[in-house]
């Protein structure tokens, strides 16, 4: 059975910095692409960050450039997104997902039904 678990979300206030887990189980990772998305209530789920299935590409909304670094450990079956510089505006529920198939769409920063989704994390910045 897959899965991908995230964590790491929390409560911080502005400036702060957190950093989110998306581990995986029952797939082979390294084949796959992993991006992360979040959704904010009433908004639609926006790209965030994307990582290459070797790590060595990677890319990022506007939004997060500068701030949010994404990395993935394959002997562990993980990708982390490490977000500095938090906002209020970047309260949302942070999503993984990965796939090996549409990997560049994922790449790119579209949002369509990738294979595979994690749970999701809730993350909130305070002012």
């Known amino acids: 059975q897959v899965q991908l678990v995230d964590s790491g979300g929390g409560l911080v206030q502005a400036g702060g910095s957190l950093r989110l887990s998306c581990a995986a189980s029952g797939l082979t990772f390294s084949r796959y692409t992993v991006g992360w998305f979040r959704q904010a209530p009433g908004k639609e789920r926006d790209f965030v960050a994307a990582i290459s299935w070797s790590g060595g590409s990677t890319n990022y909304a506007d939004s997060v450039k500068g701030r949010f670094t994404i990395s993935r450990d394959n002997a562990k079956n993980t990708v982390y997104l490490q977000m500095n510089s938090l906002k209020p505006e970047d309260t949302a529920v942070y999503y993984c997902?990965?796939?090996?198939?549409?990997?560049?769409?994922?790449?790119?920063?579209?949002?369509?039904?990738?294979?595979?989704w994690g749970q999701g994390t809730q993350v909130t910045v305070s002012s």
């Open positions: 997902t990965a796939d090996s198939i549409k990997g560049s769409e994922l790449w790119l920063g579209y949002l369509t039904n990738y294979a595979y």
